[in-house]
């Protein structure tokens, strides 16, 4: 158990599917990469920072077994995914979005925009099987020219066959773009398994990087294609060159980086992704998908809402209890159980911080309620 590596909370933490719980070593590591940094440096401080960025996306690059020339920082997804849209080539004939109704509300928000620039956005309905591939065929239209897949989704936590969907999308010479913030850091990922074009994520969940992390991995082959709109220095092929008349794409993923970044945010990020890789995703996956195991065993299944079988889902378990439904929330929340809910059910996300007893304790107090009056 190691869940001592982690602050101190009240009550049992199962919120890793939204905000993480922080580790105790990336106050002090952030700190020392920052502040003393900071304190002992020249007057041009920027290497030592871009040094604990660059640390960022090498341990990032780790975990998803990703080369760091392909990885741009960026402060949240929604960001990423606007820098993507306004970046590509345009096409008339291949104009369509395709994204699901189901799909975190941010993203849609920021593909949205895509409207500006002659795209249209058409949705997936939420009773579409996202798990069948014959779904995504009939859906991947000629006219069809991004697809965005949720690897996890946060509603239902079903896990998408991303690997089959991409394949599928680029034989139709569709650009996909992934968005893994449900799934990086409880889920192994190889991005040279998948064939995307593009994939968003955040350090703010299961990696407990905290918010500011956010991220974007642009295959090789696009990044030449790419002329991302929203630019800055750090866009630039040589940040520190200030001629104000000669600005050149960045000739891999920082491209899409833009101005003057925020630091600490990353520096955080990096100390939780060192501990991740260190554990192992492995490891995460292994344990969350014991503790779920014993929960659901436990468990009327008829109270489940998320996919019982774990390699059809992420690390959260969605729950609804009917009738009893507030009955069962009001007294999770009254014994410090620290969880959330949407419109499916309550999100319980065992995580690599808990404990079996936890989970046991959380089986009492279901049942609990589940059987007063």
């Known amino acids: 158990m190691i869940g001592h590596h982690y602050i101190e909370q009240r009550g049992i933490y199962l919120l890793s599917h939204s905000i993480g719980l922080p580790l105790v070593q990336s106050q002090s590591d952030a700190d020392a990469a920052y502040w003393q940094t900071w304190r002992q ?10 040094a604990g960025i660059d640390d960022f996306r090498g341990q990032l690059g780790a975990l998803l077994h990703a080369s760091i020339a392909n990885i741009c920082p960026q402060t949240n997804i929604s960001s990423a995914v606007g820098k993507v849209i306004f970046s590509l080539p345009a096409t008339q004939s291949k104009n369509i979005i395709l994204l699901s ?13 895509s409207q500006h620039i002659g795209y249209q956005l058409r949705y997936l309905p939420s009773d579409a099987d996202l798990l069948d591939l014959a779904t ?54 190889d991005v040279t398994q998948w064939q ?29 294609h790419c002329e ?19 600005f050149r794409y960045a000739k891999d993923a920082l491209r899409f980086w833009g101005g003057t970044p925020s630091v600490y945010p990353f520096l955080v990020a990096a100390s939780s992704l060192q501990f991740i890789n260190q554990q ?17 065993e436990h468990m009327d299944p008829a109270h489940l809402v998320a996919p019982r079988a774990h390699q059809q889902r992420g690390g ?14 009001e ?43």
Not at 168 to 180: E, M, N, P, Q, T
Not at 182 to 189: A, C, D, K, L, T
Not at 196 to 224: N, Q, R, T, Y
């Open 41 to 50: 440096a020249d007057s041009n401080i920027w290497p030592q920072w871009l």
């Open 101 to 113: 109704q189901d799909d975190f509300p941010s993203v849609g928000y920021a593909l949205q925009q």
């Open 136 to 189: 995504w065929e009939k859906y991947l239209s000629d006219d069809v020219g991004l697809c965005l897949m949720t690897h996890v989704q946060s509603n239902t936590g079903r896990r998408l066959p991303i690997a089959e969907i991409t394949e599928l999308a680029r034989s139709k010479g569709i650009v996909s773009l992934v968005d893994i913030a449900q799934s990086v850091g409880i889920i192994p990922i």
């Open 196 to 224: 995307a074009d593009f994939i968003v994520g955040s350090c703010v969940k299961w990696l407990s990087g905290g918010p500011g992390a956010g991220f974007l991995w642009v295959d090789s082959a696009m990044i030449e």
């Open 228 to 246: 991302p709109r929203d630019v800055g220095w750090f866009s630039h092929e040589s940040p520190f060159e200030f001629d104000i008349n000669q």
């Open 280 to 296: 192992g995703v492995e490891r995460a996956q292994a344990h969350n998908v014991a503790l779920s195991r014993y929960l659901l």
């Open 316 to 329: 959260t378990l969605i729950f609804h209890f009917g009738e009893r439904h507030s009955a069962v929330t």
């Open 331 to 373: 007294y999770l929340e009254h014994n410090n159980v620290q969880f959330d809910g949407r419109a499916k059910g309550i999100r319980l996300s065992p995580h690599l911080c808990n404990s079996t007893a936890q989970i046991s304790e959380i089986i009492d107090l279901i049942n609990s309620a589940l059987g007063a009056d």
